[in-house]
């Protein structure tokens, strides 16, 4: 998926994904009728994609509180946002 958004080219073909909601309920990865995925682009942007067909970018705080909050995690913290979560 591609679009244009704010005067910049988001591809899912070209960034990484990092967590989503996808859930095989053992007939479909439908997940409360729309799925979330998020991605990083090589440059280091974060944008959301729903399965309506909506790219949506996002800041990195954003992209940071989404992955805590998608249950499926592609790659973990540290790769995703090049730190490592702070002690508690």
Do not use: C, H
Not at 28 to 49: E, I
Not at 69 to 79: A, D, F, G, H, Q
């Amino acid at each position: 998926m591609e679009a244009v958004v704010r005067g910049k080219k988001y591809n899912t073909a070209n960034s990484t994904l990092i967590a989503s909601d996808r859930y095989w309920d053992g007939y479909n990865f439908d997940r409360r009728g729309r799925n979330q995925y998020l991605y990083k682009t090589k440059k280091g942007n974060f944008f959301l994609v729903i399965t309506s067909l909506k790219i949506v970018p996002l800041e990195v705080n954003e992209a940071m509180d989404l992955w805590e909050s998608l249950p499926e995690r592609e790659i973990t913290y540290e790769e995703a946002f090049g730190v490592e979560p702070e002690e508690a």
